[in-house]
């Protein structure tokens, strides 16, 4: 199953962008199960948690995106999201959705933010 990761793009500081991962293939009581999130990366840092989502709909984010971001999905759409508001320049970089469960830890291929001051 493959994750398809859109939404990227160059925004001024102040903006705005929605990210979307799809696994339009993906069995919907497989989708249940997984635990979502995006993940951030920036040249010369890890890749580090933004937000994520419980197969419950429990929801964390990183402190600095806290009131800003908010991750959400639809099962029907078998699609998860991360809409980010109040973009600041520190929020750039390689926005990477991650679907996990026990038997399974799957990747999106990435989709570039950047935001300019």
């Known amino acids: 199953v493959q994750l398809q990761a859109s939404g990227g793009g160059l925004v001024q500081a102040g903006g705005s962008l929605r990210l979307s991962c799809a696994a339009s293939?993906?069995?919907?009581?497989?989708?249940?199960?997984?635990?979502m999130g995006w993940y951030r990366q920036t040249p010369g840092k890890e890749r580090e948690m933004v937000a994520v989502?419980?197969?419950?709909?429990?929801?964390k984010y990183e402190d600095s995106v806290k009131g800003r971001f908010t991750i959400s999905k639809d099962n029907t759409k078998r699609t998860v999201y991360l809409q980010m508001n109040s973009l600041k320049p520190e929020d750039t970089g390689v926005y990477y959705c991650?679907?996990?469960?026990?038997?399974?830890?799957?990747w999106g291929q990435g989709t570039l933010v950047t935001v300019s001051s």
């Open positions: 991650n679907f996990k469960d026990a038997n399974s830890d799957l």
């Open positions: 989502i419980s197969s419950d709909r429990a929801t």
């Open positions: 293939r993906m069995i919907l009581s497989v989708f249940w199960g997984y635990n």
